[in-house]
């Protein structure tokens, strides 16, 4: 008995630190690719600079409206 109850210890003990493990690799993986998106964001104005001689606008007019961040929140693009 003792020793099922060390083994459900341990799995418990396991199961939090795995899950906290995963919470920041997922954090990490969310950061990353907002960035990402945000590098993307910006060859696009530059093309958009070189073509037009200003910057656009709004998202709309470099074809990226409606896009979101990683977190499901609209990107707002100030001129």
Do not use: C, H
């Not at 990353?32 to 007019?61: C, H, I, W």
């Not at 470099?62 to 707002?76: K, M």
């Amino acid at each position: 008995m003792v020793e099922l109850l060390l083994a459900v210890t341990v799995v418990g003990t396991l199961m939090a630190l795995a899950t906290s493990s995963y919470a920041q690799i997922r954090k990490k993986a969310l950061i990353t690719q907002a960035k990402v998106d945000l590098t993307k964001f910006m060859q696009t104005f530059e093309r958009y600079r070189t073509s037009n001689g200003s910057l656009p606008l709004s998202l709309a007019d470099v074809g990226l409206a409606g896009q979101r961040d990683p977190w499901g929140n609209p990107y707002v693009y100030l001129n």
